[in-house]
């Protein structure tokens, strides 16, 4: 094999980015037909494995309902870019994602049980009937109390409760939102409020394996085993998720005023577009390939400098088999993966394993080979 190649100038749009490395690999010395070679770049495929991933666990200290943080949280639930969006609204900060949220759900609870008093007044009629009505509401209330003792968060008392639901449902976009997030909500279990209860979120990041058929032919100019093929090409990877997080929230009944839920919530949904800059050099012995990608599109949210969120190295390289074709030429197939990340402030909320090829076409070798 040729020395080791000078690494190519890659688009510098995300900090941080792992430092690219080279990664070696050989072609099998007998030529391959097409089908093997297909066959040959399944079983590269089939090899790779999902990453192993870890949820993350943030402690949960509910945020005040204010008209500033709906707006952050109108943002970040709207943005095309939520990962840049949660960078710049919330400072990099997840967790302050989380908090505002569980607020949130909280004043949708408070809500519907204050409608319910609501209903159930009007049917009062009895002294009786008005004063067990009270006593349940201020069973429904002393709960929400000791939901603040136990989180931390702010002393929820009836006016607090009555000027954070005001202020939700004066902000239409940011009801709307919170009503699309109750929806959103995927539970798991119920159980009981008690103040000596902990509160924590998991952050649930999404990990998948996938892959992209070996369909780019890059043409080869001259005899590649005297003259290596030297160049680059970028490897587009589209994806969406939804950041989920999962926790126990206030979700009272009327007779049950201190049930909790326990469920996963998607705190925003998120499209990107990762361009993975592909370098290679290749010869009719073997190849030499690396590289590193990038986001597009994230100055989409105003403010935003620098692409958030996410990054691509490649990880992985196989020789696929060298193929003969029409007019002396042979196909030199390569399998390649790659590792794809995605962050929410400093916690990773999406890997992938993705395996993509492509194929140099050019003179086929002298026999013997010269390697």
Not at 109 to 135: D, F, G, V
């Amino acid at each position: 094999m040729p020395k080791k190649p000078q690494l190519i100038q890659l688009q510098p749009t995300v900090a941080n980015l792992p430092k690219v490395k080279a990664l070696k690999t050989l072609f099998p010395k007998a030529a391959v037909s097409k089908a093997n070679a297909k066959k040959k770049f399944n079983t590269f495929k089939a090899k790779q494995k999902p990453p192993i991933v870890k949820n993350v666990s943030v402690a949960i200290k509910p945020s005040s309902i204010t008209k500033a943080n709906l707006t952050n949280f109108v943002a970040v639930r709207e943005a095309d870019q939520s990962l840049a969006a949660i960078d710049k609204y919330f400072k990099k900060d997840l967790s302050g994602v989380i908090n505002l949220s569980y607020s949130v759900m909280t004043t949708m609870a408070y809500i519907k049980m204050r409608n319910e008093y609501k209903s159930r007044k009007k049917k009062a009629k009895t002294p009786i009937a008005k004063l067990k009505l009270q006593k349940e509401w201020a069973n429904i209330l002393n709960s929400a109390k000791t939901l603040s003792k136990a989180t931390g968060g702010p002393s929820l008392t009836e006016s607090r409760l009555e000027n954070m639901a005001k202020t939700l449902t004066a902000n239409k976009k940011a009801h709307g939102q919170a009503v699309s997030m109750m929806k959103s909500v995927k539970p798991i279990s119920e159980g009981k409020l008690t103040v000596a209860n902990k509160f924590s979120a998991l952050v649930i990041p999404q990990s998948i394996l996938d892959a992209a058929n070996n369909i780019g032919v890059i043409d080869a100019p001259s005899d590649i085993c005297s003259t290596p093929l030297e160049g680059s090409y970028t490897q587009h990877y589209s994806n969406s998720l939804s950041l989920d997080v999962r926790y126990r929230y206030w979700c009272p009944t009327w007779s049950n005023p201190t049930r909790m839920c326990t469920g996963t919530v998607t705190l925003a949904s998120i499209g990107f577009n990762i361009g993975l800059n592909v370098g290679y050099r290749v010869t009719c012995c073997g190849a030499v390939i690396w590289g590193n990608g990038y986001v597009n599109a994230c100055g989409t949210v105003i403010g935003i400098t620098a692409c958030a969120g996410c990054s691509a190295t490649v990880v992985g390289v196989a020789g696929v088999g060298r193929t003969p074709v029409a007019g002396g030429q042979c196909d030199y197939g390569l399998g390649a993966n790659a590792s794809i990340t995605c962050k929410a402030g400093n916690i990773t909320v999406f890997y992938v394993s993705y395996t993509f090829g492509f194929t140099v076409r050019g003179p086929c070798p002298p026999s013997p080979l010269p390697c």
